[in-house]
């Protein structure tokens, strides 16, 4: 995939600069160091988005399969008796019986939606769309543009250590971001670089990483420490990130749990009523 080859690529642009600089035990070090971090934080994002994910199919599974095989059945026995059902249990019903009699079309339905984002997503337009949209979202466009930030902080760090000219390591950093839109303003910033341009005016130009990285890489820049100062704050999104995707679930979780519990309260007291409405034309 695209990630294994950018992790192929920093590794080998690494060593041919360690080569070039007489410093490859240095850079071996410098790779092993940058691996570790970026496993570390692709772990932290995986866990982010799989656990309310899979709360989520299984709420769906549990609710598609009460309505399309156990409250048609309850439904059958409260039919056989002639009382008046409550408004929320004829509501149940409804919504029943459209699954009922549908659920193969929601299927194909929502088959056709993922093969057209997934089309859509391979192409250029789509893939920069999709970008663009997952940092707006809530919680985690935040997550998304910490990451971005974490990962071309520790990129950075790791190809100038590594005695990279800064023209090129622009070029792999932007290489390395998983969010594409972020990528290709980065990877604008090497002709900008060619132009004698600092590395933080031209981020404070582009926009696309958060101010205080680009503070940083300007004081960075002008104290002649920039491979420190990018240490430095690579440490401080990883920090950022951790404790971002820490939030979100502490968030997530009880969102999806609540959605579950008031599907089931709904389905619940809609049978409730029914029964006690016929109860009392027994």
């Keep these: 995939g695209s990630e294994g080859e950018c992790s192929r690529a920093t590794f080998a642009e690494t060593l041919r600069a360690g080569e070039e600089t007489g410093s490859l035990d240095k850079a071996f070090q410098t790779v092993y160091d940058h691996t570790d971090r970026q496993t570390k934080n692709a772990g932290r994002i995986r866990q982010a988005m799989a656990y309310p994910l899979f709360v989520l199919v299984i709420a769906v599974v549990v609710v598609a399969v009460l309505m399309i095989r156990v409250v048609p059945t309850f439904m059958a026995i409260f039919d056989s008796y002639d009382a008046e059902l409550p408004g929320i249990t004829k509501a149940l019903i409804g ?14 339905v929502i088959a056709v939606i993922i093969v057209v984002c997934k089309l859509y997503g391979n192409t250029e337009k789509g893939r920069l769309s999709f970008a663009k949209l997952a940092l707006k979202l809530p919680v985690f466009g935040n997550i998304n543009e910490l990451n971005a930030a974490s990962q ?29 839109h972020i ?6 910033l090497s002709g900008k ?11 404070r130009e582009s926009a696309c990483l958060p101010d205080i990285l680009v503070d940083m890489v300007a004081v960075g820049e002008e104290t002649g420490e920039l491979e420190k100062t990018l240490n430095t704050v690579a440490g401080y999104y ?9 939030s979100a679930l502490n968030k997530l979780e009880p969102a ?8 089931a309260g709904f389905i619940v007291i809609a049978v409730y009523m029914a029964m006690f409405q016929m109860y009392s034309v027994m």
């Design 95 to 108: 919504i029943s019986n459209f699954f009922s009699k549908w659920w193969m079309l929601l299927l194909a």
């Design 152 to 180: 071309f902080a520790n990129t950075m760090a790791t190809m100038l250590q590594a005695g990279m000219p800064m023209t090129r390591a622009v070029s792999i950093t932007a290489k390395v971001i998983s969010n594409y």
């Design 183 to 188: 990528s290709l303003e980065v990877g604008k």
């Design 193 to 203: 670089l060619e132009e004698g341009r600092s590395l933080g005016d031209s981020l």
């Design 238 to 246: 990883d920090t950022e990130l951790e404790m971002a995707i820490t």
């Design 256 to 263: 999806v749990l609540i959605v579950m519990a008031a599907v």
